[in-house]
């Protein structure tokens, strides 16, 4: 059941973000960015966890999900050291995740050729 939990919380998340790339003027990138603020928003007013937890992956691996781990890396920095954990906790919530964007995006373009498609 999990699985179909977390296709169906994915496959909405997917549909609602082609939905808005057919229907509206919106560019990718800002649809991908207000994914982000939708997790975040999602997050401080308490309804994205409960999402998460029937979701799944399927709630927490696309862009919403990055959005509601730095929420929730604030909040809980916050609750540890104050005001200091506002600019800290996002970060320190999702640096494995960054780091290891980065990583991988080094390492194909070091085994494949970047250029112009032509």
């Given at each position: 059941m999990?699985?179909?939990?977390a296709?169906l919380c994915g496959?909405?998340?997917c549909a609602?973000?082609?939905?808005l790339i ?5 560019t ?7 994914y982000?603020v939708a997790?975040?928003l999602?997050?401080?007013?308490g309804?994205?966890e409960p999402?998460a937890?029937w ?7 696309p ?5 509601h ?9 916050t ?5 200091l954990g506002v600019?800290t906790?996002?970060?320190?919530a999702?640096a ?6 980065v990583v ?6 070091l085994l494949?050729?970047?250029?112009d498609k032509?």
């Open positions: 999990e699985y179909l939990n296709f496959g909405i998340l609602i973000g082609q939905i057919d229907k509206t003027p919106l990718p990138a800002r649809i991908l960015t207000g982000v997790g975040v999602l997050s401080a007013l309804l994205y999402i937890q979701g799944g992956a399927g709630a927490t691996v862009l919403t999900g990055f959005g781990a730095l929420a929730k890396g604030v909040r809980e920095a609750a540890q050291q104050g005001w600019f906790g996002g970060l320190t999702t494995g995740g960054i780091a290891a964007a991988f995006g080094v390492v194909m373009a494949f050729k970047p250029g032509r």
